[in-house]
């Protein structure tokens, strides 16, 4: 088996005549770390991870700081966030739950239930 065929799937779609489409779990977790980081006020995963960085590590590396829970009716998101100092974290995580929902939905197909945030620090590079 390839690693591609041992990853945890989801079935979104299944027509007899044209085939199934089947969405990794690994795909979710990339769709909402992305979404997350494109959120003014974030400034990385938890695992350090940038979108300046998504280019040089590549995608899979958004999934760090993210954990999803697919089943078949819906989608429970964790994300552990990096937030960058002086912006006001409940309406910096609102927006995030906001985005990544949006992002899952309309890319999958599939309903979100939630979306956990856990803050793990705060950048204070930017402080006075």
């Given at each position: 088996?390839?690693?591609?065929?041992?990853?945890?799937?989801?079935?979104?779609?299944?027509?007899?005549?044209?085939?199934?489409?089947?969405?990794?779990?690994?795909?979710?977790?990339?769709?909402?770390?992305?979404?997350?980081?494109?959120?003014?006020?974030?400034?990385?995963?938890?695992?350090?991870?940038?979108?300046?960085?998504?280019?040089?590590?590549?995608?899979?590396?958004?999934?760090k700081g993210v954990k999803v829970d697919v089943t078949e009716e819906h989608v429970s998101v964790d994300l552990s966030l990096n937030l960058k100092y002086g912006y006001n974290i409940p309406e910096v995580c609102e927006k995030v739950q906001e985005r990544v929902k949006t992002a899952i939905e309309n890319m999958t197909g599939l309903s979100v239930l939630d979306v956990n945030i856990k803050i793990a620090g705060v950048n204070m590079e930017n402080a006075r």
């Open positions: 088996m390839t690693e591609a065929e041992n990853r945890s799937t989801h079935k979104v779609y299944e027509k007899e005549k044209i085939g199934e489409v089947q969405i990794a779990d690994e795909v979710v977790a990339i769709i909402a770390g992305l979404a997350a980081t494109e959120v003014e006020g974030v400034d990385s995963m938890a695992g350090n991870i940038t979108n300046e960085l998504v280019g040089k590590l590549g995608m899979r590396n958004l999934s």
